[in-house]
C-alpha cells in the first residue's frame, strides 16, 4: 500500500499538470477556434466563462486543500498563498493572450477567473468544516474487524448468541 507522503506528491503532480495543461489551454488558438466552429453564437460567451470560473474553482480548490487540508486555525498567509499565485497567472495568461492569433485577452476574464476562485475557496472552506463538524459532533466510528468483543461499546454490539447475558 502506498504511503500518504506517496499520495500527497501524487496529488501536487495532479494539480501541476491541470495547472499547465490550463496555462497551454489559455494560450493556444485551437480552443477559440474550435470554439467558434463547434458551438453555437449564443452559447460561446456562457460556455468560455463557465469553463473560466469552473477551472478557476478547481484549481483554487485542490490548491487549498492540499496547502491547508482540513486545517482551519492557520495565519492568513497559510490560507491564502495560492489565491495569489493563482490572480498572478489569470492576470498574466489574459495578457498573453492579446499576442495569440485568435485569442484576446480581457481584464473581464480575470475578473471571471477571480469568481472561480471565490467559488473553489468557498467549496473548499465549506467541505472543511463540514468534515471538522461530523468529527466533533462525534460522529460514530467503525470498530476495526479485529476488534475483540470487549473493546467494542456496548451501544454497538449487535445482539447474537456471544453476546447475550448469562
Known sequence: MASPTFWKRFEWWGLGFIFVLW???LLRPEPAT????VVAPYWRYP?????HVGFYALLAAWAL?????NRLGLTPWQAWWPLPLLTV???ATEFLQTM???RTGSML?????HLGMILGWTVWRLAAQFQLNSFAAGAPSVPSVAAPIEAIPASQKSPGPANEPD
Do not use: I, M
Open 23 to 25: 496555462t497551454v489551454l
Open 34 to 37: 474550435f470554439q467558434q466552429e
Open 47 to 51: 460556455l468560455a466563462k463557465s469553463v
Open 65 to 69: 486543500r492540499l496547502v491547508r487540508g
Open 89 to 91: 497567472h489569470a492576470a
Open 100 to 102: 495569440v492569433k485568435e
Open 109 to 113: 476574464d480575470v475578473g471571471w477567473d
